[in-house]
């Protein structure tokens, strides 16, 4: 047999001596790979029966445990603005069309919720005032006031009315001007000056302010409340029109008609969240 070597002869005897063991042993491992096949396939497909109860359950769970947003909602809404103290304020003239003046002392309970814009009025049996508006800052105890009102009659059940509140959350990770506590109002005097004709003496309000901020506004307006002990009794306005950053000036507030009263307080009105406010630097 030329072309066949010894070592073929003797790999080609090897394998007709073993040929029974060798297929033998194919398919004891084949039979074995199918064992292990088919134990895996039937003990995950017995696990599956015996969780199918239980992953239902979970499903059925998921689909109960839902976020409940309206008490979600009810958590993060602003808490209710806070009505204080409303009154009104007789005449303290002898006209004959009677002006009323009106002021509500309000609370912003809100820490981080800026009231941008609310409108407001004061009603009563017979009409209501003018729908005024304005801004509470967060946190801020504000006088809300509507002066000079005409009544054919003296109002009665005076009642403080909100018409439009406009939210705006403050983001407490933004610097917040320093303002309020930069701005100086102090030698708060009443004084009596004689009229032109001198033949009446009129009472007037001075008191003294200053801007010790580094802003200059183009206009600042300050809230002059008369209390007779703890009760107002008097409310007025005055403006301060461009007030520029250091600048001190002498405020006063002719009052002919001013009730008697015990204590004088001056309330400035600013927002610092209002870019329109503040006079350019150049």
Same mark, same amino acid.
């Given at each position: 047999? #030329?072309?066949?070597?010894?070592? !073929?002869?003797?790999? &080609?005897?090897?394998?007709?001596?073993?040929?029974?063991?060798?297929?033998?042993?194919?398919?004891?491992?084949?039979?074995?790979?199918?064992?292990?096949? @088919?134990?895996?396939?039937?003990?995950?497909?017995?696990?599956?029966?015996?969780?199918?109860?239980?992953?239902? !359950?979970?499903?059925?769970?998921?689909?109960?445990?839902?976020?409940?947003?309206?008490?979600?909602? $009810?958590?993060?809404?602003?808490?209710?603005?806070?009505?204080?103290?409303?009154?009104?304020?007789?005449?303290?003239?002898?006209?004959?069309?009677? /002006?009323?003046? +009106?002021?509500?002392?309000?609370?912003?309970?809100?820490?981080? *919720?800026?009231?941008? *814009?609310?409108?407001?009025?004061? #009603?009563?049996?017979?009409? !209501?005032?003018?729908?005024?508006?304005?801004?509470?800052?967060?946190?801020?105890?504000?006088?809300?006031?509507?002066?000079?009102?005409? &009544?054919? /009659?003296? =109002?009665?059940?005076?009642?403080?009315?909100?018409?439009?509140?406009?939210? !705006?959350?403050?983001?407490?990770?933004?610097?917040?001007?320093?303002?309020?506590?930069?701005?100086?109002?102090? $030698?708060?005097? *009443?004084?009596?000056?004689? &009229?032109?004709?001198?033949?009446?003496?009129? =009472?007037?309000?001075? +008191?003294?302010?200053?801007?010790? #901020?580094?802003?200059? +506004? @183009?206009?600042?307006? +300050?809230?002059?409340?008369?209390?007779?002990?703890?009760?107002?009794?008097?409310?007025?306005?005055? *403006?301060?029109?461009?007030?520029? #950053?250091?600048?001190?000036?002498?405020?006063?507030?002719?009052?002919?008609?001013?009730?008697?009263?015990?204590?004088?307080?001056?309330? =400035?009105?600013?927002? =610092?969240?209002?870019? $329109?406010?503040?006079?350019? &630097?150049?």
């Amino acid at each position: 047999m #030329s072309g066949v070597s010894n070592k !073929q002869l003797r790999l &080609a005897k090897w394998y007709l001596d073993h040929k029974t063991r060798l297929y033998k042993s194919l398919l004891g491992l084949l039979i074995s790979v199918n064992i292990v096949f @088919w134990g895996l396939a039937i003990y995950h497909f017995i696990n599956y029966l015996l969780l199918t109860e239980t992953h239902e !359950q979970m499903l059925t769970e998921l689909t109960k445990n839902k976020i409940d947003y309206l008490k979600f909602h $009810e958590h993060f809404k602003p808490q209710d603005l806070a009505i204080i103290k409303s009154v009104f304020l007789a005449p303290n003239t002898s006209d004959q069309i009677k /002006k009323y003046d +009106f002021v509500a002392i309000i609370e912003n309970p809100n820490k981080e *919720l800026l009231i941008s *814009l609310v409108e407001y009025y004061f #009603s009563w049996d017979t009409g !209501q005032t003018e729908v005024k508006e304005t801004f509470i800052l967060p946190g801020e105890k504000k006088y809300l006031t509507a002066l000079g009102q005409e &009544a054919g /009659k003296k =109002p009665i059940k005076v009642q403080f009315v909100f018409s439009d509140i406009k939210w !705006q959350r403050v983001d407490s990770r933004k610097e917040v001007p320093d303002i309020l506590s930069k701005m100086s109002i102090k $030698e708060i005097n *009443l004084n009596y000056v004689m &009229a032109e004709d001198r033949n009446l003496v009129i =009472p007037k309000i001075s +008191f003294e302010i200053k801007n010790q #901020s580094i802003y200059s +506004f @183009w206009q600042v307006n +300050f809230i002059i409340i008369l209390y007779q002990d703890s009760n107002i009794v008097g409310v007025n306005t005055l *403006l301060a029109k461009q007030w520029k #950053s250091n600048e001190q000036r002498e405020m006063e507030l002719m009052w002919p008609n001013i009730p008697s009263h015990t204590q004088i307080a001056v309330v =400035p009105e600013i927002n =610092p969240f209002d870019q $329109e406010i503040f006079m350019p &630097a150049y």
